[in-house]
């Protein structure tokens, strides 16, 4: 059963006219690429109120071809506003591909409390490290019974 959340952006996508698959499907390149801009524009928006300048070194767009500067005053309404934001344009994605949120969400929540695990560890940058036997999320599990 999907969230409450989840039917609310549902019905938001289906008064905008964008489709709402109700099976696991591979949305078409239109859709992809809408869902790709909206994603990558809440996600700056966010960070652009957390107060960080991202810098891009040459090279397509990756976590390691980019600097974060905290140099800007912080926004606190507009990362409210932001994250949110970005949960509406990645439930909207999962809508898209018609992959209900909830079971996924459980199966992902449960792989992350398991990083706490032995030999885990927080990185420099205040990462928290899987252990050496931390098992990942059953993502095609959850999507095969969809």
């Not at 909207?92 to 459980?106: K, M, R, V």
């Not at 706490?116 to 050496?132: A, I, L, N, Q, T």
């Amino acid at each position: 059963m999907p969230t409450v959340h989840y039917q609310r952006v549902r019905t938001f996508m289906e008064k905008a006219g964008q489709a709402t698959p109700s099976e696991v499907t591979v949305p078409d390149e239109h859709t992809r690429l809408l869902r790709a801009r909206l994603i990558l524009e809440e996600a700056l928006e966010t960070v652009n109120a957390l107060g960080v300048t991202v810098k891009v070194s040459e090279g397509e767009l990756e976590i390691d071809t980019c600097t974060f500067t905290p140099e800007k005053a912080i926004d606190l309404e507009g990362v409210a506003d932001g994250c949110a934001d970005i949960s509406v344009v990645t439930v909207g994605t999962l809508i898209a591909f018609g992959i209900d949120d909830e079971q996924l969400l459980h199966e992902v929540d449960e792989a992350n409390l398991r990083k706490f695990g032995p030999g885990s560890y927080v990185r420099e940058d205040g990462k928290w490290m899987k252990p050496p036997d931390w098992m990942p999320p059953d993502i095609a599990g959850v999507l095969s019974t969809q």
